[in-house]
């Protein structure tokens, strides 16, 4: 069974940096796309990137595009959003995820229907 647990949220104050992590059991995890989604109370699931599963970096939301960088490490089964420069509008619950499909070039969005594996989710809050 996959299983997918988010690590890394807390409180921070506006213009801080956060590391998010998310580890990854029950798959080999490089025949995948990897993902971050966020969603604030109120509103809908949001995707903030997307890692292809051979291709690199396919996505990054406009607000977050500066400021955040996902990455990942096949060997240890680990997926990473570093967000920078955080803002109010970031707080929400951030998500990861693993997608049903593949992806081969850039994409303009991603969408929660896309992904079948999700971690329960880390809170981030950004205020003063």
């Known amino acids: 069974q996959v299983q997918l647990v988010e690590s890394g949220g807390g409180l921070v104050e506006p213009g801080g940096s956060l590391r998010l992590s998310c580890t990854v059991s029950?798959?080999?995890?490089?025949?995948?796309?990897s993902a971050w989604f966020r969603q604030a109370p109120g509103k809908k699931r949001e995707g903030v990137s997307c890692?292809?599963?051979?291709?690199?970096?396919?996505y990054y939301a406009d607000s977050v595009k500066g400021r955040f960088t996902i990455s990942r490490d096949n060997a240890k089964n680990t997926v990473y959003l570093e967000m920078n420069g955080l803002k109010p509008e970031d707080t929400a619950v951030y998500y990861c995820?693993?997608?049903?499909?593949?992806?081969?070039?850039?994409?303009?969005?991603?969408?929660?229907?896309?992904?079948?594996?999700w971690g329960q989710g880390t809170q981030v809050t950004v205020s003063s």
């Open positions: 029950g798959s080999t995890m490089d025949g995948y796309a």
């Open positions: 995820a693993l997608a049903t499909m593949l992806w081969f070039e850039d994409i303009p969005s991603i969408a929660p229907s896309e992904f079948g594996f």
């Open positions: 890692f292809s599963h051979s291709d690199g970096v396919i």
